[in-house]
């Protein structure tokens, strides 16, 4: 998954504490703990109309977390249609009619529920957060959501206008605006199956019927999660679920007869620089990675290199961030099934730009020599992201969505094996993984300045490509 790891050094002491803590014991522990420990708590079931359904307890407090999760997002997205997946997850809750005539907003409050959803590239999502002892309500409430939407032609006019303005809130954002513009050139083609946020174009003139297409065809119990954690049942769950689900007719697969489309391979290296009411110069480069349905293997060397290049006491960190080149840099793999990107962001200044991407593309160079990382970096990553799950275990709306993202882009079984399957990864796969997908690979460079600079910032970027490519 794509991270960001604070840089702070309370997090760092109270890790390291943890780590040592566990380091007594861990030679006895076997080697799938972590798994075994999720499968405990971890519960599946299938409904008779495809609906998989999963409960994880923790019964620390009297709060839980119900979610549906759909597979659906920006890649199911046509040219003409980009944002409307997200539109839709909006008229949903709009068009949402309870017992009374009450909307969605006062149902929520009736069951003391904090609500939300969300769109990405490969998942939408609708989840509540309650008492515990509101949970079959909010399985009735979410089941009647995703089974019997309702298309306004009023709502949805009044509707589009809202999610317009978070288009445009977010294209005012500088560092949305860079990412925006890299993403474009890393994609290509494929970029409509990424941009979530959508296209003013689409927005303005989708349709009802659109909308109730979008529903047919993915809004299906086989295509959809139900995701309930926190202090309940597993038993009782299901049962809930059979309840309120078991109406909900299968379909076909929607991806048979509409399969995702492959993105497209970026052929050559490109740049592009964005200009903002900034003070600073933000980089951001970008690759084309794995694709965790076919490589697992490759996502999990991913995310430990990730861990490695992340932690503040690296020595990648050390030589270009304590020593101010860069004032900072985070790495990142975002877990998809079709392409996910690498990502590595950073702030320098437009006068120590060159300097600073002429030393970055020296570590970059050197990360798939054998004596670049150690094993002790290696052990310390692993132990670092075991602790970040289990403390993620205690949390309960991330708890929900990590799981109702997993299952989306992966299957449960990833989460159930993910920290146990990233312990078995060598400094030979992270090394393999930087050659696979990073050393002398076609990239992207985006870096956002001000207008005087741009012209500046422009010419370092294409030298940097130049540079790069004689390697």
């Given at each position: 998954?794509?991270?960001?790891?604070?840089?702070?050094?309370?997090v760092?002491?109270?890790?390291?504490?943890?780590?040592?803590?566990?380091?007594?014991?861990?030679?006895?522990?076997?080697?799938?703990?972590?798994?075994?420990?999720?499968?405990?708590?971890?519960?599946?079931?299938?409904?008779?109309?495809?609906?998989?359904?999963?409960?994880?307890?923790?019964?620390?407090?009297?709060?839980?977390?119900?979610?549906?999760?759909?597979r659906?997002?920006?890649?199911?997205?046509?040219?003409?249609?980009?944002?409307?997946?997200?539109?839709?997850?909006?008229?949903?809750?709009k068009?949402?009619?309870?017992?009374?005539?009450?909307?969605?907003?006062h149902t929520a409050?009736?069951?003391?529920?904090?609500?939300?959803?969300?769109?990405?590239?490969?998942?939408?999502?609708?989840?509540?957060?309650?008492?515990?002892?509101?949970?079959?309500?909010?399985?009735?409430?979410?089941?009647?959501l995703?089974?019997?939407?309702?298309?306004?032609?009023?709502?949805?006019?009044r509707?589009?206008?809202?999610?317009?303005?978070?288009?445009?809130?977010?294209m005012?954002?500088?560092?949305?605006?860079?990412?925006r513009?890299v993403?474009?050139r890393?994609w290509?083609?494929?970029?409509?199956?990424?941009?979530?946020?959508?296209?003013?174009?689409?927005?303005?003139?989708?349709?009802?019927?659109?909308?109730?297409?979008?529903?047919?065809?993915?809004?299906?119990?086989?295509?959809?999660?139900?995701?309930?954690?926190?202090?309940?049942s597993?038993?009782?769950?299901?049962?809930?679920?059979?309840?309120?689900?078991?109406?909900?007719?299968?379909r076909?697969?929607?991806?048979?007869?509409?399969?995702?489309?492959?993105?497209?391979p970026?052929?050559?290296?490109?740049?592009?620089?964005?200009?903002?009411?900034?003070?600073?110069?933000?980089?951001?480069i970008?690759?084309?990675?794995?694709g965790?349905?076919k490589?697992?293997?490759?996502s999990?060397a991913?995310d430990?290199?990730?861990?490695?290049?992340?932690?503040?006491?690296?020595?990648?960190?050390?030589?270009?961030?304590?020593?101010?080149?860069?004032?900072?840099?985070?790495?990142?793999?975002?877990?998809?099934?079709?392409?996910?990107?690498?990502?590595l962001?950073?702030?320098?200044?437009?006068?120590?730009?060159?300097?600073?991407?002429?030393?970055?593309?020296?570590?970059?160079?050197?990360?798939?020599?054998?004596?670049?990382f150690?094993?002790?970096?290696?052990?310390?990553?692993?132990?670092?992201?075991?602790?970040?799950?289990?403390?993620?275990?205690?949390e309960?709306i991330?708890?929900a969505?990590?799981?109702?993202?997993?299952?989306?882009?992966?299957g449960?079984?990833?989460?159930?094996?993910y920290?146990?399957?990233?312990?078995?990864?060598?400094?030979?796969?992270v090394?393999?993984?930087?050659?696979?997908?990073?050393?002398?690979?076609?990239?992207?460079?985006?870096?956002?300045?001000?207008?005087?600079?741009?012209?500046?910032?422009?010419?370092?970027?294409v030298q940097?490509?130049?540079?790069?490519?004689?390697?």
């Open positions: 998954m794509l991270v960001t790891i604070p840089n702070s050094r309370l760092r002491a109270t890790l390291l504490t943890l780590l040592a803590i566990g380091a007594a014991c861990a030679t006895a522990r076997p080697a799938m703990a972590q798994r075994a420990t999720l499968e405990r708590i971890t519960h599946h079931d299938t409904l008779a109309n495809g609906l998989e359904v999963i409960v994880v307890e923790n019964h620390s407090v009297p709060l839980a977390t119900v979610e549906v999760v759909v659906a997002g920006a890649m199911i997205q046509q040219a003409e249609d980009q944002g409307v997946p997200h539109l839709y997850e909006h008229m949903l809750f068009g949402y009619r309870g017992s009374a005539d009450r909307d969605f907003i409050a009736e069951l003391k529920a904090a609500y939300n959803g969300g769109t990405s590239d490969e998942t939408v999502s609708y989840y509540m957060f309650l008492p515990s002892s509101n949970v079959s309500g909010a399985i009735d409430v979410l089941a009647d995703v089974r019997e939407p309702r298309f306004d032609n009023d709502e949805l006019a509707e589009r206008f809202v999610v317009l303005s978070e288009f445009q809130r977010d005012s954002q500088p560092t949305f605006a860079l990412s513009a993403d474009k890393l290509g083609d494929g970029f409509i199956r990424k941009n979530t946020i959508g296209d003013q174009t689409a927005l303005l003139t989708v349709t009802p019927d659109h909308l109730d297409e979008i529903f047919h065809r993915y809004y299906i119990p086989n295509n959809a999660a139900l995701v309930v954690t926190g202090d309940v597993a038993p009782a769950v299901f049962q809930m679920a059979h309840h309120a689900f078991d109406g909900w007719k299968r076909p697969d929607p991806f048979a007869a509409h399969p995702v489309a492959p993105m497209p970026l052929a050559r290296s490109l740049a592009v620089v964005v200009t903002g009411d900034v003070s600073d110069v933000t980089i951001e970008a690759w084309q990675g794995p965790v349905r490589q697992p293997d490759a999990y991913a430990v290199l990730a861990d490695l290049l992340n932690d503040d006491h690296s020595g990648f960190h050390r030589r270009l961030v304590d020593t101010g080149i860069f004032q900072s840099l985070t790495f990142g793999y975002n877990t998809l099934a079709n392409t996910g990107p690498i990502v962001r950073g702030v320098t200044t437009a006068q120590r730009l060159a300097g600073s991407l002429t030393v970055l593309a020296a570590e970059l160079r050197e990360m798939s020599d054998s004596g670049y150690s094993a002790t970096d290696l052990e310390i990553a692993k132990k670092r992201r075991a602790v970040s799950t289990e403390l993620g275990l205690e309960g991330g708890l969505q990590t799981v109702g993202y997993f299952w989306s882009v992966a449960l079984d990833y989460h159930l094996g920290v146990d399957n990233l312990s078995t990864r060598s400094l030979s796969d090394r393999q993984f930087v050659q696979t997908y990073m050393t002398g690979k076609p990239f992207v460079i985006g870096a956002l300045t001000t207008d005087k600079e741009s012209d500046a910032i422009a010419k370092i970027l940097y490509l130049d540079f790069v490519v004689q390697q």
